[in-house]
């Protein structure tokens, strides 16, 4: 006799464990916890999930995809500011999920993985990255990118702490567009000095 079929699917509990996350934080996630949510006892959850770590791992696919979003707005007409706007916005709107990305992860993100996920950047994105930047060579690209994608990370984390609580949207445009212009506006003058050499 084949034992009942659960009435949690795999996606049911995935969603459940989703808003757990964005309600409380990783800590917060356990199959007791789900279970609870679900008003279930345990066992249908280690029926459906093979691990806490799949969990983990589902989560954090959910959270890269609630970023991504925020990333793609229109904010400006520069998708490579509008990237960094959206960055900021999700540590601000979202904090739980910017904290599980980067703080709470249990597998700590790696340079590898950074790599692969500016590989999974939009091709609208990656196009204008190139076509804007195109005087600029690939080093200096790369180093003036990290300097912005540190600048904005640090403001991102200022947000989500609350160190800056009055910054308006409005702010947080003009402040990273300013930033940004300034380390590729650097990158590009320090090019056209060393072409007139």
Partial sequence: MTPPKSKFTKEKILDTAF?????????????????????????????????MEEVEKELWARAFESLQKYQLEKYTDNPFLNSAIGYVFFARDLP???????????????????????????????????????????????????QSWIFTHGLAVLIYSGALTKLTSENIINILEEAGGAFFARKNHKHKKNSKK
């Fill in 19 to 51: 808003i757990i996350l964005q309600k409380k934080g990783w800590n917060y996630i356990s199959a007791r916890t789900i279970a609870r949510e679900l008003k279930a006892s345990t066992m249908p959850i280690y029926s459906s999930v093979e691990s």
């Fill in 96 to 146: 739980n999920l910017f904290k599980f990305l980067f703080f709470e992860r249990p597998e700590k993100i790696s340079a590898s993985e950074l790599h692969k996920l500016r590989k999974r950047l939009p091709k609208e994105l990656r196009d204008f990255s190139i076509d804007f930047f195109r005087k600029i060579s690939p080093q200096k690209l790369d180093k003036a990118t990290l």
